[in-house]
């Protein structure tokens, strides 16, 4: 069965699996919030649009209409295949489960934008404060 072409979902994921919150995409791209979460719910998207997100998430447009969870996983177990050949590698393994590394990444970054959020809106309170 042929996977259905839905570039909305397959952006929303890739954004996912980077860290990007839609509010960054949405700033990025002059749009709002909810225009980003109507792309991400659209099946098929303009090419100039799709190039600009693209861009962003740092991924080929190609990438993102060839993008499917399925490669993601199959790309990941190549790693503890050990019957795959690792070329200079010889047979190494992966010493660390690649999914576990890209939660761990994505909660980093989410901490992160989280603390810079945290001090936009002090920085916002204090500047409040001078003006009155």
């Known amino acids: 069965m042929a996977e259905t072409l839905h570039i909305g979902r397959k952006i929303a994921r890739i954004r996912e699996i980077k860290g990007i919150k839609q509010e960054a995409l949405a700033m990025e791209l002059g749009v709002s919030q909810q225009t980003i979460s109507n792309i991400e719910k659209s099946e098929k998207l303009e090419d100039e649009v799709l190039e600009k997100i693209a861009k962003y998430l ?4 190609e990438a993102i209409k060839n993008f499917s969870d399925e490669a993601v996983v199959n790309y990941f177990n190549t790693f503890n295949d050990s019957s795959v050949n690792h070329g200079a590698f010889g047979n190494y393994h992966c010493t660390f489960n690649p999914i576990d590394k890209i ?15 945290q001090a936009e809106k002090e920085k916002n309170d204090l500047l409040k404060g001078k003006n009155e």
């Open 58 to 61: 740092g991924v080929t447009s």
């Open 103 to 117: 939660v761990e990444l994505y909660n980093e970054k989410v901490v992160l934008l989280e603390r810079l959020l």
